[in-house]
């Protein structure tokens, strides 16, 4: 009977946890097919109809199109940078012959993990300025980059550390080089890990608004978030089509950890015990 109660309980608190997790999304995506008057009138409820006039606005009126199109470049070509940088320095790490030099790459990845990116504004809008990439795709693709290498290393440092080095010498003995090595053998044995860090990193970039909003001041270059908020102006506060534009930016994200849900689970636990 305790045991009953127990496992009730656990299920309740899970329970409450989703719901808690959930509720602001299904409040987004039901506000999106309302209109204004509906939205104010009648926060908690039902839409009269369920109208996609709202999503419809959002992209003929705001070119959330445009925006979503600079949002996935932007954010791909910075992860996948990132995670390949990242791959590089791990292997190098963690097979390297000498042990002073890993321990000091190790610490500054560390350090540079206490630093707070918003710290760094502006260094880095005068760093890029100097470099004539100001208000260019590039403007935050490499600061994203630079960003996003360190908790990548870590991770994908701690999976390269329990691959037996068995398999590099059969590669070796096979006539790979290093970087055969590295693409051929030891990029397939972390794909689960790559996809994990490449899900957390371009979720981050997705989301990212504080670097887009100062380092792109081109209409035409700007990301969904900045141009998100820029739409309660430009909807004159027309809620329904504001959470349309949300609801569109938060699709991608749900989507792929969706799909890749097991894959993330999975990286995130593969480094965790040695085989």
Partial sequence: MKKQTTGTMRHLILLIYIIIVLYPLLFILNSSFKNNSEV???????????????YVDAFTSSRIGTYFINSLYISTIATTAAILFATAIAYAVTRMKYPKLSKLVYGTLLISLLISPA???????????????????????VPYTAFGIPLSVFVIAAFLKSI????????????????????RVIMP?????????FILNFMGHWNEFIMANLFLSSQNLRT???????????FQMNYGALTASVMISAIPVILVYT????QIIQGVTSGSVKG
Avoid: C
């Fill in 119 to 141: 710290s760094l504004l502006i260094p880095l809008y005068i760093m890029i300025r100097n470099l004539g990439i100001y208000n260019t795709p590039f403007a935050l693709i």
């Fill in 224 to 234: 969904l978030p900045v141009a998100v908020v820029s739409f309660m102006d430009k």
């Fill in 189 to 197: 044995l972390t794909m689960p890990t790559l996809v994990t860090v």
């Fill in 259 to 262: 799909v890749l849900q097991r």
């Fill in 164 to 183: 037996p080095k068995e398999l590099e010498e059969a590669g070796i003995m096979d006539g790979l080089s290093v970087y055969g090595l590295l693409l």
């Fill in 40 to 54: 104010v009138l009648h926060p908690w409820g039902l839409p009269g109809k369920f109208d996609f006039q709202n």
